[in-house]
C-alpha cells in the first residue's frame, strides 16, 4: 500500500513540475512576443495572489502578470493584513549586500577608538546630506568605517572624488573637504581611479540611488543622513547580530 501511495505522489509532484514549466514557458512566450522591450525575464514565480505571477528582470526590477501573460503590472504589491509592502521586501532581498562580500580594497577606512564596531558608507562628496552625517558621524566613537566614493551628481563629483581618492591621506582629504570645505587638489595623472568606477557600478547593480548610504554587519542598509542617536541604534543592533 504505501509503495502504491508513494508512487501516486510522485505521479502527482512530476504532473505539477510539468505544469508549473509549461505555465513559466507561456509566460515567458507572450511577454517576450508582445513587449520585446521588456529586458530578458530571469526569473518566473508564482505569488500568494491566486493567478498573479511575479516576474524578475534586470536581476531586481519586480512585475507582475496573469497565467498568461496578457497583462503586466509595474508597482508595488501590499499585503493589506499585514500591512506589508510585497515588493520592497523582494526587492531589498534581492538588492542586499552582505557586508562581509563588500569590496574593501575599493574603499578607505577611518578607525576611531577601539574599531570594534563596524559600518560602511556610500557617500558623494557634493552631497549636502553627505556633509550632515559626516558631523554626527564625528561624535561616534569605537567604530571603524568603510568609505565607498560614490560620484553619482555629476562631473564635478566625479574629479572631487578622484582628487580625493588620490590624495596621500585619503581620510584627511575627506574630511577636509566635507567637514571643512577644503577643496583637494586635482587628482595625479597616473593615478589609478578604477576602484571609484567598479564602486558606481556595484552601487547600480544593487540599486544605491541616493547619497549617504549606510550598510550594517547585520545586513541593515539605511539610505539618508542619519543623526549620531540613529547611527548609535543602528551599530547596537549591528553588534547584536
Not at 37 to 56: H, M, N, S
Not at 71 to 92: A, F, K, P
Request: charged residues 25%; contains cysteine.
Amino acid at each position: 500500500m504505501q509503495r502504491i501511495l508513494h508512487t501516486l505522489l510522485l505521479a502527482l509532484l512530476t504532473t505539477l513540475s510539468v505544469g508549473a514549466l509549461a505555465q513559466e514557458a507561456t509566460i515567458r512566450k507572450n511577454i517576450a512576443a508582445r513587449l520585446p522591450q521588456l529586458k530578458a525575464i530571469d526569473e518566473v514565480r508564482k505569488t500568494d495572489v491566486p493567478g498573479l505571477y511575479e516576474l524578475r528582470v534586470n536581476g531586481s526590477d519586480i512585475y507582475y502578470t496573469d497565467a498568461q501573460g496578457n497583462y503586466l503590472i509595474e508597482g508595488s504589491l501590499i499585503d493589506t493584513r499585514s500591512q506589508r509592502n510585497l515588493t520592497e521586501e523582494r526587492v531589498e532581498k534581492l538588492t542586499a549586500i552582505p557586508f562581509e562580500n563588500l569590496p574593501f580594497k575599493d574603499a578607505f577606512t577611518m578607525v576611531r577608538g577601539t574599531g570594534e564596531r563596524k559600518m560602511a558608507v556610500f557617500e558623494d562628496p557634493n552631497c549636502g546630506y553627505c556633509k550632515r552625517f559626516e558631523r554626527d558621524l564625528q561624535k561616534v566613537d569605537n567604530v571603524t568605517v568603510y568609505f565607498f566614493l560614490y560620484p553619482i551628481l555629476g562631473a564635478d563629483s566625479t574629479e572631487k572624488t578622484k582628487a580625493i581618492w588620490c590624495a596621500k591621506d585619503r581620510t584627511l582629504a575627506w574630511q577636509d573637504w566635507m567637514l571643512r570645505d577644503q577643496v583637494p587638489p586635482a587628482a595625479a595623472a597616473m593615478c589609478d581611479t578604477s576602484p571609484i568606477t567598479r564602486n558606481v557600478a556595484l552601487g547600480r547593480k544593487h540599486k544605491i540611488t541616493g547619497t549617504p548610504t549606510l550598510l550594517f554587519t547585520n545586513g541593515a542598509r539605511v539610505p539618508g543622513a542619519v543623526d549620531t542617536k540613529k547611527i548609535e541604534q543602528l551599530l547596537a543592533e549591528a553588534s547584536k547580530g
